[in-house]
Structures are given as C-alpha cells and as structure tokens.
C-alpha cells in the first residue's frame, strides 16, 4: 500500500462527511487534503484509542517528532511521507500541524471548560487551525479567505460536540462549558448518566443556535474571489448544518443516540453544494 493508499482508505473508512467533499477535488489537491486528514484521524485516534494516558501522551510526543522530521525533509510514517510534497506547495505551517497535536494532549489534560471562551481556545487548536490549513489546499487568494476557514473549522467543532454528548459522556467528558450547563439547571451527572429533561433540550436548543450563528459569520467573511475554490468547505458547512436540523427535529436525543446523516444524502449534499453554490 502506498502512502497516499494509507491516507485514502484511512480517511474512507472514517465516513466522515470531510470525506464526501473532497471527492470533488482535482487529484492533487485531493491528494493533499486527503493526507491532512489522515494526519487528524491518527493523532485523534490516539486520545480516543489509547485508554493509558502516559502512553497516549508518548504518542503524540512521537507525532511531533515525526513532523519535524517531515518538514526537514525526513518522513517515515505514511501519512507524514504522503503530506510531505504538499507542505511547500500549499505552504502548510508546521506549527499549524504542531498545534493540532497542541488540542489533542488538552483532551489528556482536560475534560471540562468553565466557559465558552475556554471552549473556543480548544476548538481552535482541534478544529480552527484544520480549517486554515485545510483553505491553503483548496485555493485562495485573499487573506480574508483564511478567517472564513477559522470561523468554519469553530463552527463544525461546535456542531460535533452537539453530535457527541452524550457519547463523550460516556467517556467521562463533558465540552459544554459549566456555566452554560449551570445557566440551565443541567448538571453533569444528567450528562454522565443520559438524563434526558426540558432543562436538557433547553440547553441543547441554545447550543445549535449559537453554532448556526457561527457558520451565517464564517459565510459572511468568505471573498465572493474565493468562493468557487474554497467550495469543499461550504458542501462539508451543507452538511453539517442538515445535521443540525436533524437533531433539532429530533428533539436534541443526544445522550443515547448518534443522530448522524445516510453516505447516499452526505454524497447528494455535497454534489447539490458543488453545482448550485
């Protein structure tokens, strides 16, 4: 298997909807994406696989060494060996790459945030900086273009931690911030435990108009010069925002449930996004 094969069928067997975007890429862009995707998926595998934190935590430690050592010229894992001839092409940043692995250790350090700033530094390092790196593969040419990227990566954080209360919970995280749980008489052991309430679907309710209130900011700072290139993020925004539709028409069932969208609707989305804007 070739290193792009890795990445390729790293990122496939993910069935994430990042994936569906990028099949509507030119092959080396594809490529690259692919590769920074497959990069994500393996240092987050780490802190969600490895159950030993010192180990974990080795881990990580190995994945910044191995970045460096790409950046110098010098990959031997391959997903590092297929981003490699894509980092000066599209000048990816490794401390843009370094502070992907920066959001991971916070999930070994840190399993509450007191409050939504807190959250966003978190969701900037897991999420944020993806979004940057992930606008200089697609194509840009106005600097405005990369907040779009920044705002968009926050937004679909925001959108997968409503998505994953409940199965976070489970593994004894709770991202909403305590105050906002505090503000609607929810507390944390309704999360650890899957109590279901009013006060829950309240809470939840406010969380997914505070995350579509991101993406309406991210669209409003994307240039209308780079709307065409940067056309992977808004079919990946199509559908995470139907998402949040479907847990809202739900009833916000987060706790017990992974309320996610059919491959065939993801692909339909996407493709819907390509051609129509």
């Known amino acids: 298997m070739s290193p792009d094969e890795y990445c390729q069928q790293k990122a496939a067997a993910s069935g994430s909807s990042f994936y569906y975007s990028f099949l ?11 590769a920074l995707y497959a990069f994500c998926r393996e240092v987050d595998d780490t802190v969600d696989e490895i159950e030993d934190p010192m180990v974990a935590r080795t881990k990580l430690m190995w994945w910044r060494k191995e970045i460096a050592a790409m950046l110098e010229g010098n990959p031997s894992h391959p997903v590092t060996k297929a981003l490699y001839p894509h980092v000066a092409v599209y000048k990816l940043k490794g401390e843009h790459l370094q502070a992907i692995i920066d959001g991971m250790e916070m ?12 959250l966003q530094r978190y969701c900037w390092h897991v999420a944020g900086v993806v979004g940057i790196l992930s606008a200089s593969i697609f194509g840009h040419t106005q600097g405005g273009t990369l907040l779009f990227a920044e705002k968009l990566g926050l937004a679909f954080q925001l959108t997968n931690i409503i998505r994953d209360v409940g199965e976070d919970g489970r593994k004894g995280r709770i991202y909403l911030p305590v105050n906002e749980l505090q503000q609607f008489n929810v507390t944390a052991a309704d999360i650890l435990n899957a109590r279901h309430s009013d006060q829950f679907e309240a809470l939840m309710k406010f969380q997914v108009q505070r995350a579509r209130g991101v993406y309406d900011e991210a669209f409003a700072l994307l240039p209308k010069e780079d709307r065409r ?10 559908i995470y925002r139907t998402l949040l539709d479907e847990i809202e028409r739900d009833g916000y069932h987060v706790l017990n449930q992974r309320i996610s969208l059919t491959p065939i609707r993801k692909l339909w989305l996407a493709w819907k996004t390509y051609v129509f804007g």
């Open 24 to 34: 509507f890429l030119p092959p080396e862009r594809r490529r690259a994406i692919t």
């Open 107 to 118: 999930d070994l350090d840190q399993s509450r945030y007191l409050d939504y700033p807190g």
């Open 229 to 238: 290139a940067q056309r992977p993020g808004l079919m990946m925004a199509a």
